[in-house]
């Protein structure tokens, strides 16, 4: 098992952290992907590794999504907080208008609470994963046949999971 040797990179936005699901900002995930907004590793995986394959732009897609491959990730996991620390301030760019702005970015909980003593125990790979697996077998099973978006659907005093899962 990795511990956080195995780490990609930390990064200060959390892509889903919305105003009605982001709270803690002490908390912490371990994430199997490149999140891409704010992150930064150490030197010597981009010297050694990064740098000297750098996509140019003739290659037809952008750094984020080479970073995303599994030839950069190597396996590595990042570590991303449960409330963003960088904002998306663009509004206009390549890939980026006022409509998709609105639609993705205003509504991303920023923190605001300074001095936070993030939740750094248990960030290794065994220990994570011992959490997660506990806290999804604790976690009731959801109807499917009931629509989330309804009023009371979902209650605040259960215990939800969500898990991505790669397709």
Known sequence: MCGLVCRLCSDSTLQQGYEHSAHDSALLYRVDSMPGLGWMLKRSIFQSELEPRWPSHALGY?????????A???GR???????????????????????????????????KVRAVRLHVNGMEARSYDDTLTTEIMAAELLDHTIDPCVDGSITTNRVCVCVFVRV
């Open 62 to 70: 952008d750094w984020d999504m080479w970073m995303r491959m599994d």
């Open 72 to 74: 950069q990730r190597k």
């Open 77 to 111: 996991t990042s570590i991303i907080p449960d409330v963003s620390r960088t904002f998306h301030f663009g509004k206009q760019g390549v890939h980026l208008n006022d409509y998709f702005h609105n639609l993705y970015y205003a509504n991303h909980k920023l923190n």
